[in-house]
């Protein structure tokens, strides 16, 4: 019986914290999908390559938002539980409090490796697809990125310069640099023109001259007509992952030969003393932070230890709400400070286990005889 009535709380506060993480992670998602839409568009890249990297980028925001869709959830569920005398029927039934309890952390300490796992493999790996989507994405809306007096370097190796664009969509006066795929050269048109054809996209040149700059001599010649299929070029979009998008074991190997050997992978720009702080500061998001999980677990027990006869029920569920929050706050801002010096990396190792710990021995000694 006891084993039955503690699934359906199981069940109940499951139900709620997947639609809660579902409603929040849409509206998130929303809101930083408008700011992707000119992160992606602004290197020319369509609808259907705009829709696929915010979806890769899905992943990273639920990471983000478990430990306080969890503390909602857990708390509304056990006040709503409270209000409808539910949590009378456990102890009716013989279920003590501390056992009640004791559940609830190995819950969270289930979400605890939950999250671990999103922000250490799943997180990373999807918002690294997004990098290479990006870049092996075809540029599909390259009339929209010439811009009249500026110069745009939306495709790899090739930096544009147009001084005007007329009003029938050609171009004047178009200067090119070309240093893709080992070429050295300039080309100057005095008009342009792009043509959509169904696999390729053709940037047809007019009346100018192609200057090589080899490294012995300098060729210029004239043309009539020179066409750039830019089907051939990728977006300039940098295809190492940031160090949000690198995989736990990777930083984990970094950060220990820079603390150790004091060595840096020469041919990795991720791997550098330069970024040594900003490493570890990412391994403690992933693998610390959700530590406080089980602290909110146990804050929001305290719930069912405050007597509804009591005048002051309200306010001090109001305390144990306040409380929990500030924890979350403190989760948060601590990870900023984390890695400024080994006193404060200790610290922050520390503290998550001493808080625990410390709550759970006073919730202990109050529902032992309960």
Same mark, same amino acid.
């Given at each position: 019986m006891k084993k039955l009535i503690f699934q359906k709380f199981v069940k109940d506060t499951s139900i709620f914290f997947i639609l809660m993480c579902s409603t929040v992670g849409l509206i998130v998602w929303t809101l930083q999908a408008v700011n992707y839409f000119d992160f992606v568009t602004q290197d020319g890249h369509g609808l259907k390559t705009y829709f696929s990297f915010i979806l890769y980028n899905f992943p990273k925001i639920i990471h983000r938002i478990i430990p306080f869709i969890f503390f909602i959830s857990l708390f509304y569920m056990l006040v709503n539980y409270d209000f409808k005398n539910e949590l009378s029927i456990f102890w009716i039934h013989? /279920?003590?409090?501390?056992?009640?309890?004791?559940?609830?952390?190995?819950?969270?300490?289930?979400?605890?490796?939950?999250?671990?796992?999103?922000?250490?493999?799943?997180?990373? +790996?999807?918002?690294?697809?997004?990098?290479?989507?990006?870049?092996?994405?075809?540029?599909?809306? +390259?009339?929209?990125?010439?811009?009249?007096?500026? +110069?745009?370097?939306?495709v790899e190796g090739l930096t544009i310069f147009i001084e005007k664009k007329n009003s029938n969509g050609t171009f004047s006066n178009i200067f090119i640099d070309d240093e893709s795929k080992g070429k050295n050269r300039t080309i100057y048109a005095k008009n342009g023109?792009?043509?959509?054809?169904?696999?390729?996209?053709?940037?047809?040149?007019?009346?100018?001259?192609?200057?090589?700059?080899?490294?012995?001599?300098?060729?210029? +010649?004239?043309?009539?007509?020179?066409?750039?299929?830019?089907?051939?070029?990728?977006?300039?979009?940098?295809? /190492?992952?940031?160090?949000?998008?690198?995989?736990?074991?990777?930083?984990?190997?970094?950060?220990?030969?820079? $603390?150790?050997?004091?060595?840096?992978?020469?041919?990795?720009?991720?791997?550098?003393?330069?970024?040594?702080?900003?490493?570890?500061?990412?391994?403690?998001?992933?693998? $610390?932070?959700?530590?406080?999980?089980p602290i909110i677990a146990i804050l929001c027990c305290f719930i069912f230890i405050v007597s509804k006869n009591n005048s002051s029920y309200s306010k001090n569920r109001k305390i144990i709400f306040l409380i929990t929050f500030f924890v979350l706050l403190l989760s948060e801002a601590s990870l900023r400070y984390s890695t400024i010096s080994y006193l404060a990396t200790t610290m922050y190792l520390v503290i998550p286990w001493i808080i625990f710990i410390t709550i759970y021995i006073y919730f202990y000694n109050r529902t032992k005889y309960v």
């Open positions: 013989g /279920v003590t409090k501390i056992d009640f309890a004791n559940k609830i952390i190995i819950l969270s300490i289930i979400l605890t490796i939950l999250q671990i796992s999103i922000g250490s493999f799943f997180s990373p +790996f999807y918002q690294f697809k997004g990098r290479e989507l990006l870049k092996n994405s075809n540029i599909d809306f +390259f009339t929209s990125l010439l811009k009249p007096g500026k +110069f745009i370097n939306a023109v792009i043509i959509d054809d169904a696999d390729k996209k053709i940037f047809k040149l007019f009346n100018g001259e192609v200057i090589n700059n080899d490294k012995s001599k300098i060729n210029v +010649f004239k043309f009539d007509q020179i066409d750039f299929n830019l089907a051939e070029y990728s977006s300039n979009t940098i295809l /190492v992952p940031k160090i949000q998008e690198t995989s736990s074991k990777e930083l984990l190997e970094c950060s220990y030969r820079l $603390y150790i050997y004091k060595v840096e992978k020469v041919y990795d720009t991720r791997c550098k003393k330069s970024v040594h702080e900003e490493i570890n500061q990412e391994l403690l998001k992933r693998f $610390y932070k959700p530590l406080y999980i």
